[in-house]
């Protein structure tokens, strides 16, 4: 063997060989150095999704789209406008724990080359249940329509709804989507899209969260009305001593601005707010009164829903007027034979109206006028009530009348001494006992029959 190896050289040729390899080593050292290098914006591929919704029922909320990554290899490979194409970065999620979180997962890179190496690299990633819910539309008209017009309330009309879906918890804080479209100069009805972000409910827009909706836009009708200035009416009953030809009627506001459909406003000539009864009416007083408003119409922004109504005399009629304060008052307690109250009058008298000539005005007894009561204190019960009364004249001169009104007066029903305003609390005032012993000592119906002697 030795000879063979001596006879051949083999040594000579192995140390050859050796020293061969290291020279294409160092030559390739020289020629072809090794380098790093960054490489940014590596598209990221995320896998295991499936796994992660059918075994925990959670889904990828958040996870970069791209990676920065640095890589170490040849300078030939590195440099090499092919390498880009050939690495892939994918981000497995399969593994993740069944808790709804922010995991930091690593990211495994493959550079397509065994030369080439990149570097350790982790990404944050989101992960949460993901639900639905729905959620209104708003919109609300901006801008001016053109002159003597108003919009109406913006209709959506595709959906007046919308699906939204994300993270339960991030789904929670929105309210509803709005949207805004402009009126500007338009001068009929219109339909138009609409964009629409979502809200909170303290009317602010939601940005940077996970959830997303099943569209960005909505179709929208939005009204547009015409203005019409109608007058306001009434109706005048005539009495006995004032007729309509008499008296003038004064209604505040005279007009009111309507919206509506312009073929039901055109069909419009006034409003009648209803009938005044000149016998029950009082002359200088102004009456509220509702105004009705025909199908299809509404009133303008701004715009009152009652008038005021006055009835004046004119200076040419010899109508006068006199406004006297009745004192007298007759109570009549339909529960007296069994009342265990005392009644009190606490109103001390009520203004009322004659009307009629200056003269015959002026002859009327005002001890004649009366003002009846009816009530039933076992009804009423401890405490201050207000009863209506009824007006009562006898012996009016002649072309004198009443003008009939409701009457209203204040009454206190307080307990006997054998029965307590209350059987389980003491009087809510603090009166003490001596108080009430003296209103027993006199019969139920004195103190009413004080206050009415001179009817």
């Given at each position: 063997m030795k000879e063979f190896m001596k006879k051949h050289d083999v040594w000579l040729r192995l140390l050859s060989l050796v020293l061969a390899f290291i020279l294409w080593i160092i030559a390739r050292e020289v020629d072809n150095p090794t380098r790093t290098a960054s490489i940014n914006d590596v598209g990221i591929t995320i896998t295991g999704e499936e796994e992660l919704l059918n075994n925990?029922?959670?889904?990828?909320?958040?996870?970069?789209?791209?990676?920065?990554?640095?890589?170490?290899?040849?300078?030939?490979?590195?440099?090499?406008?092919?390498?880009?194409?050939?690495?892939?970065?994918?981000?497995?999620?399969?593994?993740?724990?069944?808790?709804?979180?922010?995991?930091?997962?690593?990211?495994?890179?493959?550079?397509?080359?065994?030369?080439?190496?990149?570097?350790?690299?982790?990404?944050?990633?989101?992960?949460?249940?993901?639900?639905?819910?729905?959620?209104?539309?708003?919109?609300?008209?901006?801008?001016?329509?053109?002159?003597g017009y108003r919009a109406g309330t913006p209709e959506p009309t595709t959906t007046k709804e919308i699906t939204i879906e994300g993270p339960a918890s991030e789904l929670a804080e929105v309210a509803y989507a709005y949207g805004t479209v402009d009126v500007g100069g338009s001068t009929s009805t219109f339909t138009n899209e609409c964009r629409i972000t979502l809200y909170n409910d303290a009317g602010e827009p939601i940005t940077g969260t996970h959830v997303s909706s099943q569209t960005d836009t909505v179709t929208v009708r939005v009204p547009i009305y015409p203005v019409e200035s109608i007058p306001l009416a009434v109706t005048l009953a005539d009495g006995d001593t004032l007729t309509s030809e008499q008296v003038d009627v004064n209604i505040d506001p005279q007009t009111i601005s309507l919206l509506g459909d312009q073929n039901t406003l055109a069909g419009i000539t006034e409003i009648n707010l209803g009938t005044i009864d000149l016998d029950t009416v009082r002359t200088d007083v102004p009456i509220e009164m509702e105004i009705p408003l025909p199908d299809g119409v509404r009133l303008d922004e701004g715009q009152p829903s009652s008038a005021q109504v006055t009835i004046t005399v004119k200076e040419e009629e010899s109508v006068s007027t006199r406004s006297v304060q009745v004192t007298n008052f007759v109570p009549t307690d339909t529960a007296q034979s069994e009342?265990?109250?005392?009644?009190?009058?606490?109103?001390?008298?009520?203004?009322?109206?004659?009307?009629?000539?200056?003269?015959?005005?002026?002859?009327?007894?005002?001890?004649?006028?009366?003002?009846?009561l009816t009530y039933d204190s076992v009804s009423l019960g401890a405490g201050t009530h207000t009863v209506r009364g009824v007006i009562a004249a006898t012996g009016l001169p002649a072309g004198v009348t009443l003008v009939e009104?409701?009457?209203?007066?204040?009454?206190r029903i307080t307990g006997s001494g054998e029965e307590a305003p209350s059987e389980e609390e003491p009087p809510a005032d603090g009166a003490p006992s001596d108080e009430g012993q003296g209103d027993q000592s006199q019969p139920d119906e004195t103190q009413p029959g004080e206050s009415g002697a001179d009817a």
């Open positions: 925990y029922g959670l889904s990828v909320i958040e996870c970069p789209e791209t990676v920065d990554i640095t890589v170490r290899g040849p300078i030939n490979e590195i440099s090499n406008s092919r390498l880009r194409s050939r690495i892939v970065a994918t981000v497995n999620v399969a593994d993740v724990a069944d808790v709804a979180g922010e995991y930091t997962l690593p990211v495994r890179i493959t550079t397509g080359s065994v030369d080439v190496e990149a570097n350790s690299v982790s990404v944050r990633v989101l992960v949460d249940k993901v639900t639905t819910a729905t959620v209104p539309v708003r919109v609300e008209a901006t801008g001016v329509p053109a002159v009342t265990p109250y005392t009644v009190e009058i606490l109103t001390e008298s009520v203004e009322i109206e004659l009307r009629g000539g200056a003269s015959a005005l002026e002859q009327v007894d005002v001890s004649a006028l009366s003002i009846g009104q409701d009457v209203e007066v204040e009454i």
